[in-house]
C-alpha cells in the first residue's frame, strides 16, 4: 500500500487485515461456482462469450463500491489531484480482461484448471520486469518459476501421461462429455493468468497513487475493458435467455465477487504487509477447487492435481521464504541489539 500523508501513522491491524484477505478469497473463489449458476440453461455457444459481460458488471460494481469508499473516506480531493498515467489505466485494462477470460474459463473447462492457470500471472509478471526493468532473477527463484512453468505444462495437457507414456502437444480440439470445449476454456485461462501477470507488472509502477485512488481508476478501465470485449464477442444473445434465476446468480456476482470480496480487499491491503497478504491470497485455489469438487462433481486428474501443486508450490515457496529470512534477520539483529 502506498503512503500518503493520510495513512502514514495508521497502524495495521493485523488480525483485521487477515480476516478481511481470508473472505476476499473466499469471494474470489466463488467466481467460477456463481458464473455456472448465472449461465445455467444456456447454449454452450453462448457460455463461451458470456464471460465478458459478467466481468462487466463486477467490474462495475467494484467501481461503484471503491467510489463510495472514496467518498466515506474523504478522497475525492486527493482524486482529483492524482495524475492518471498509463501504468494506471493498462493495470485497469489487464485486469478487467483477465477477469473475462477467467470467468469464460471456468464455463468451458475445469474450474480447477481456471484457477491454477490464472495462478501462472506471477510467472509472467516475474518475466516482464525481468525484461523491461531488468530485475534480477535468483536462482532459488528461478527454479520456483521453472516449477509454475512445468505445472503450466500438465494443467493445460500439453505434458499428460496416457496409456503408460507421456505425451507432448497442445490440442484445442481436447473435449469431454462434461467440457465439449475444454481445449479452449484451459486456453482461456492461461490467457487470464497472461492478463493477470501483465496487471501485477503494470501496478509495479506509481507506487505513490493511493490505494482507494487507484481502486476507482483500477476498476473503472477495466470495466471499459471489458465492455469493449463484450462488443467484440457478442453475448447479448445469451444476456437476452437469462431467465429471473440467472439474473439473481449474475447480480450474486457482482455483489459476492465483485462488491464484497473487492471491498474486503482494500481493507486487508490496509492491514497486511504484503508477504502475508499474497500468501491468503491463495485461498482462494481451494476455495474454488472444493467448490468445483462439492458443487459441480468434478473429476481431479493425477496430472492436473500435480500441475496444479506445482503452480501453487511455486508461487508461494519464495513467499514463505521471504517471511521466514525476514524473521531471521530480525531475529540476528535482536540478538546483535542485545
Same mark, same amino acid.
Given at each position: ?6 495513512? *502514514? ?17 473466499? @469471494?474470489? #473463489? ?38 463510495? &469508499? ?8 486527493? +482524486?482529483? *489531484? ?11 485494462? !489487464? ?15 475445469? &474450474? ?11 510467472? +509472467? ?16 527463484? @528461478? ?7 512445468? #505445472? ?5 495437457? &500439453? ?16 473435449? *469431454? ?14 490467457? *487470464?493468468?497472461?492478463?493477470? /501477470? ?16 487507484? /481502486?476507482?481508476?483500477? +476498476? ?70 472444493? !467448490? ?20 501453487? /508450490? @511455486? ?24
Amino acid at each position: 500500500m502506498s503512503t500518503t500523508p493520510a495513512t *502514514s501513522d495508521y497502524i495495521m491491524n493485523k488480525k483485521l487485515g487477515a480476516i478481511a484477505m481470508l473472505l476476499s478469497a473466499t @469471494g474470489m #473463489g466463488l467466481v467460477g461456482t456463481i458464473s455456472r449458476g448465472a449461465t445455467m440453461g444456456l447454449d454452450q455457444a453462448d457460455k463461451q462469450v458470456i464471460g465478458s459481460f459478467l466481468a462487466f458488471g463486477r467490474m462495475t460494481t467494484g467501481m461503484i463500491g471503491f467510489i463510495i &469508499i472514496m467518498m466515506a473516506t474523504k478522497k475525492l480531493g486527493l +482524486f482529483k *489531484s492524482t495524475r492518471l498515467s498509463v501504468s494506471v489505466i493498462l493495470g485497469g485494462i !489487464c485486469i478487467g480482461l483477465s477477469l473475462g477470460f477467467y470467468i469464460s474459463s471456468t464455463l468451458m473447462t475445469s &474450474i480447477a484448471n481456471a484457477v491454477f492457470l490464472i495462478y501462472t500471472g506471477p510467472l +509472467f509478471c516475474t518475466l516482464l520486469a525481468r525484461i523491461f526493468r531488468k530485475e534480477l532473477i535468483k536462482p532459488l527463484s @528461478g527454479f520456483f518459476l521453472f516449477l509454475v512453468f512445468v #505445472g503450466m505444462l500438465l494443467t493445460m495437457g &500439453i505434458i499428460d501421461w496416457v496409456d503408460g507414456s507421456f505425451h507432448f502437444g497442445l490440442d484445442l480440439s481436447t473435449s *469431454s462429455p462434461e467440457f465439449p470445449n475444454k481445449g479452449t476454456g484451459d486456453l482461456f485461462g492461461l490467457l *487470464s493468468g497472461v492478463f493477470y /501477470g501483465l496487471a501485477m507488472f503494470f501496478y509495479g509502477y506509481r507506487k505513490d497513487v493511493d490505494s482507494v485512488v487507484r /481502486g476507482v481508476w483500477n +476498476f473503472f478501465w477495466a470495466a471499459v475493458a471489458t465492455l469493449v470485449m463484450s462488443f467484440i464477442l457478442k453475448p447479448w444473445h445469451g444476456v437476452a435467455s437469462f431467465t429471473g434465476t440467472n439474473w439473481a446468480w449474475a447480480i450474486a456476482l457482482f455483489l459476492v465477487c465483485g462488491l464484497f470480496a473487492l471491498g474486503f480487499l482494500v481493507v486487508a491491503g490496509r492491514n497486511l504487509p504484503a508477504v502475508e497478504y499474497s500468501t491468503i491470497a491463495y485461498w482462494e485455489c481451494p476455495v474454488a477447487i472444493v !467448490c468445483g469438487l462439492l458443487v459441480w462433481h468434478e473429476n481431479l486428474t493425477i496430472v492436473g492435481v500435480i500441475g496444479g501443486l506445482l503452480i501453487v /508450490g @511455486g508461487g508461494l515457496a519464495p513467499i514463505i521464504l521471504d517471511t521466514a529470512n525476514a524473521a531471521n534477520n530480525s531475529r540476528k539483529k535482536r540478538l546483535v541489539v542485545q
